[in-house]
Structure formats: structure tokens, C-alpha cells
């Protein structure tokens, strides 16, 4: 067969593969897309475990009326000025592609007010293709609707898995990015049952309590704070104590640069530093932050963004 350029609503539908998997990975992005705009309260309502509705809504800056058609078509996006700038990212989205990729699979819906705007104006996204701009009613912020995820894909809907397995698939997800963000509060309910509520938490202790309410009050106390700066790396956070340790490695949280990563090298370290006091059966709980200049860690390494590479990772590993 000869070669031939992919029609749009194909291409989307491959990036979507990539990008969003099951409703938590929407769920991710929906929510990484509230923390760029600025939220100070998120909240996520769940049916079917997400299969068939995903709300996620926030109190951020709102899309601008002529923005809106762009920010549901692909590559389209606010957070990058010029190529260049794939070296300094400072948002958690940059890609342009999750409203796109999710338009593709689903039925989306924005419906969004900027600060001072006369009123709210809404989007529909349908099997890739975009309607008009709306009139519609709501405060300052973004409500985005996500329903019958993958009805157009059914290949992908055949590997998701029950209701409740989704459903607690996403509650990790919001666990990860609230220990990530512990100034925002994060509100998730699933058909109408409040599975997370977690009240922003600011101040000296903020991050303590924000763990405390979100992997156990067996924490409280059992925790040390940690805080180190090296050659333009700084670590920041809370570890356990050697004497409060857990069976799996589920409970150790790396953020970098604001973005919870899973990283290999990290963990590794991590462990390494525990190797005197703990047995190779037991881990730590730890929360650990890492922020750096942006241009110190590629974060466009990983289809959804889970993991991160650093210019000098031998650094890191020392810190
Ligand atoms: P990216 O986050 O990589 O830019 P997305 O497809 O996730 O790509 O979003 C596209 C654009 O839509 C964003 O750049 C942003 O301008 C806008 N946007 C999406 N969600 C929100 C939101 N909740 N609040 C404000 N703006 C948003
Ligand atoms: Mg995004």
C-alpha cells in the first residue's frame, strides 16, 4: 500500500491512545489543566467509575472567549511561546493535546468564565468534531465534562475494568496530585457518594497535615521533615521514621518541579538511604519534592508525563 498522511480524527484518536488510557488519566489531565489555570478547589464527579461521566470542575482563570475553540484542537496550547520553550516548562501541561485527545474518545463539553467576562460560554466536542461557542451559566472558572469515554473506540473500552476498580483508580490519581498540591482543596465524588474531601491546607505544617489526612493519622508524629539544597536542586518534604515502615513501595511520592513522577533513580535512592535502618521487605513513606530550574529535567519523556529525566541524575541521587 502506498504511503499516505492520516486524516486529523485518526491522528487524534492514536494521541489519545497514548495520552488517555482509562478515566484516570483523563482524570489526570482534567485536573493537572485546574492546577495550570490557577485553582484553589477542584472538584471531580465520577458515574460508572468514569466511564460514562467525568466532571471536573475548578475555580481558575477561565478560557478567554476567542481561546476556547483552540483549546480543544491539538498541539493548540497556552503554556508554550515558541519551540524553545520545550526546555523551561513551568506548567504541568505543555503538550496541547489532552482536551484534543479526549474530544476524539468522548463527548466533551467546556464550560468556562474568565474573571470580569459578562458570562460563562460553553464548547461541545463530539467524535472529534467542535460545535459553536455558547452562552452559558456559571461562575469564574472551568466545569469540563468528559462522557461515554472510548464509546468511539470500543477496542480500547473492552480493557477497562469495573466501576469500582476505575473508580478507586482515579482516587489514587487525586491522592497523588493532592499530596503534590497541598494548598488546593480537592473535593472527589463518585454518583454522588464524596469519596475525597480534602480543605486546602496552607502554612508551616500544611504539607504534614496534607499527608496525615491523605495516607493516615499512623503518621502523625511518625514523620521527619527534610530539606536540602545542592548546586541548584532543592529537596524538600517528609519521610518516615526507620521505625514506621509499610510492606509495599505504594506510599512513596516523588514531585518534581510540582509534577508527581514515579522515577526509577529516585526510588532507588531513596531506598538505598533506608538500607541500615530498614530490611529489604519494608518501606518508607516519604513525600519528597525536588524543584529545580526547569531546564535542569526534560519532562517530555513520557507519554503521560509520569516520569521525568534529569540533565545530572548522579546529582540528584546524591542529594
Ligand atoms: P495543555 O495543557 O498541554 O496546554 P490541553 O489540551 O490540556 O493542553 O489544554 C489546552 C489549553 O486549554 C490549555 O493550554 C489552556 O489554555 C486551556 N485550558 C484547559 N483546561 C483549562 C482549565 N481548567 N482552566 C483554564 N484553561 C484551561
Ligand atoms: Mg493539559
Do not use: W
Not at 155 to 184: H, M, N, W, Y
Not at 200 to 211: D, P, V, Y
Amino acid at each position: 500500500m502506498a504511503i499516505r498522511a492520516l486524516p486529523d480524527h485518526i491522528i487524534s484518536r492514536i494521541a489519545a491512545g497514548e495520552v488517555i488510557e482509562r478515566p484516570a488519566s483523563a482524570v489526570k489531565e482534567l485536573v493537572e489543566n485546574a492546577l495550570d489555570a490557577g485553582a484553589r478547589r477542584i472538584a471531580i464527579s465520577l458515574s460508572s467509575g468514569g466511564k460514562a461521566l467525568i466532571r471536573v470542575a475548578d475555580d481558575g482563570a477561565g478560557i478567554a472567549a476567542d481561546d476556547l475553540p483552540l483549546a480543544v484542537q491539538r498541539h493548540a496550547t497556552s503554556k508554550l511561546d515558541d519551540e524553545d520553550d520545550l526546555v523551561s516548562i513551568g506548567t504541568l501541561g505543555f503538550r496541547g493535546e489532552a482536551l484534543a485527545s479526549i474530544g476524539s474518545v468522548a463527548r466533551l463539553r467546556i464550560a468556562t468564565r474568565t474573571p470580569g467576562a459578562a458570562h460563562a460560554l460553553a464548547i461541545g466536542v463530539s467524535g472529534g468534531a467542535v460545535g459553536a461557542v455558547e452562552p452559558a451559566a456559571r461562575d469564574t472558572g472551568t466545569t469540563v465534562e468528559v462522557r461515554d469515554l472510548f464509546h468511539a473506540v470500543p477496542a480500547r473500552l473492552k480493557f477497562l475494568r469495573s466501576d469500582r476498580a476505575e473508580t478507586s483508580a482515579v482516587a489514587d490519581q487525586i491522592r497523588r496530585l493532592a499530596l503534590a498540591a497541598p494548598g488546593v482543596h480537592f473535593h472527589l465524588e463518585s454518583e454522588g457518594r464524596t469519596l475525597i474531601d480534602l480543605p486546602a491546607e496552607t502554612g508551616a505544617n500544611g504539607l504534614s497535615r496534607r499527608i496525615v489526612a491523605v495516607l493516615g493519622s499512623d503518621l502523625d508524629g511518625n514523620m521527619v521533615p527534610v530539606e536540602r539544597a545542592r548546586e541548584g536542586f532543592a529537596l524538600s518534604g517528609h519521610v518516615s521514621l526507620p521505625t514506621h515502615h509499610r510492606a509495599t513501595g505504594r506510599d512513596l511520592y516523588l514531585v518534581v518541579n510540582g509534577r508527581p513522577v514515579r522515577d526509577k533513580l529516585l526510588l532507588g535512592a531513596l531506598r538505598a538511604a533506608y538500607q541500615d535502618v530498614l530490611t529489604r521487605e519494608r518501606f518508607p513513606v516519604a513525600v519528597l519534592f525536588i524543584d529545580c530550574e526547569p531546564g535542569l529535567v526534560d519532562v517530555n519523556v513520557h507519554p503521560a508525563k509520569a516520569e521525568v529525566r534529569f540533565q545530572n541524575p548522579g546529582l540528584v541521587r546524591a542529594l
